[in-house]
């Protein structure tokens, strides 16, 4: 069986290549975001908003799509607009790994927890036959680190993220590369 452990290296090319056509225009949204918003790096919590817009499957993770995905979307928009959480305009980086501040040609590179999100992402879709990992991969990924940006949002917005831990099958968060925000 593969570790669930992912590298603390910096997610690159090499990562984003590895994820289908859907979740790539999701990352570039979340990228786009991140960069509108004045942000050096995209975080969970750009990623969790792009995966919120774009993928209905997710919707149903959280109970059916109910009054919860309004209440996320509702987060993230008051952060997009400098409203909202405590970490705004912050890093979101502990300091464990080293975080990619930018990529060639400005464009915002990855906080250390979206990087370990999205290498999660690639592995959960290996483990389950596929080649290129799928929204759902990603989502499990973010909701994979306890302490991420992205599941404090989960979390406020009322989501039991130890239960949608257990459904994903990343409840063993542990061994995830948790790092403190």
Known sequence: MQSSTPSSEPTGPGAEEQVSDALAIM???????????????????HLLHSLLE??????????GGGPQVGKLLGYLVQRSIGYGLTWQSRLEDSGAVPAVS????GLPGWSPAAAAALELAV?????????NAEGVDLFAGVVAD??????????RAGVDTGVLAV??????RSACGNQGR
Do not use: F, M, N
């Open 54 to 63: 774009s993928d209905r499957d997710i919707w149903e993770l959280l109970e």
């Open 146 to 155: 306890e302490e991420c940006r992205g599941v404090e949002v989960l979390r």
């Open 123 to 131: 592995e959960r879709a290996r483990r389950h036959g596929r080649a």
């Open 102 to 105: 930018e990529q060639p040609g």
């Open 27 to 45: 990352i570039d949204t979340a990228r786009r975001r991140a960069a509108r918003d004045g942000d050096r790096q995209i975080d969970t919590a």
């Open 167 to 172: 459904r994903l099958g990343v409840a063993d």
